[in-house]
């Protein structure tokens, strides 16, 4: 005789897509890289704006920076929107009407294109959301990345006595900004060019620790190779940026 397989109610399955801390279904679900517990993003993001241990089990995440030890879930992502029909539908309306709402009236057009460049808006800084990668203004990159772990940086300008075009570049009146982790050197330099209305022929330099980084390098290898190394450095990492030097 065949077994009769036995139907599962999704309220079965509550106890692995449902948020510690929301009580809710898991919106982009995020997981703690040290204890592997998962919760929405915005939820966790929120909580390590107050404490640097994970809510569900008490462990220490990160001593200065949790937000590192962050990663999306895109698979559990996925399983929890066949799970439950319409919560896709439903998420991806609450999001438009929240940056409909939320779009500065301002330095619109301005706006987007830092967004699409995978950093905060013309008058953002820490509080701006993340981007990643290297993007042309296109909008083939629609979400912006803001699901990418971020990472805090701070941009200093670093003026070269002698050079050319020294009274063109100033220092940044938000020196410090939220981004993804996958940001690379070339959308920097876009997101300077941007702030500082500078000539798109303009060439800058970004340095870490005095060394000139190279276009293709993400925020995040820079961390983990240039700055986490040197013991004295804090959090957030600081780049530099100057007028570019020809040595020809």
């Known amino acids: 005789m065949a077994a009769t397989g036995r139907k599962h109610m999704v309220k079965d399955f509550n106890h ?5 801390l929301c009580r809710g279904y898991l919106i982009k679900p995020t997981t703690v890289t040290e204890c592997l517990h998962t919760f ?3 939820c966790i993001v929120q909580h390590f ?4 241990d994970c809510p569900k089990c008490g462990i220490q995440v990160h001593e200065t920076n949790p937000l590192e030890m962050l990663r999306l879930d895109n698979t559990l992502e ?16 609450q999001e438009v009407e929240f940056w409909k709402k939320n779009q500065p009236r301002e330095n619109g057009q301005e706006n987007v294109r830092c967004q699409r460049l995978g950093l905060p808006d013309v008058g953002g800084d820490y509080g701006g959301g993340g981007g990643g990668g290297d993007e042309d203004d296109d909008g083939s990159n629609e979400d912006f990345h803001r699901s990418d772990p971020q990472i805090a940086i701070c941009l200093d300008c670093l003026r070269n006595t002698g050079q050319s075009g020294e009274s063109t570049v100033t220092d ?5 900004i939220r981004c993804s982790s996958r940001v690379t050197v070339g959308t920097i330099k876009k997101f300077l060019s941007l702030k500082l209305k500078l000539p798109s022929s303009y060439e800058l330099d970004v340095l870490c620790n005095g060394e000139i980084m190279g276009r293709d390098h993400t925020l995040e290898f820079i961390y983990m190779t240039r700055w986490r190394l040197h013991g004295e450095n804090t959090y957030p990492m600081v780049l530099e940026y100057r007028p570019r030097i020809d040595f020809g």
């Open 16 to 20: 692995f897509i449902t948020c510690y």
């Open 40 to 42: 929405c993003k915005s």
């Open 49 to 52: 704006e107050e404490s640097n």
């Open 78 to 93: 996925e399983i929890i929107f066949k799970l439950v029909p319409g919560l896709r539908e439903k998420e991806e309306q």
């Open 172 to 176: 940044l009146m938000k020196r410090f």
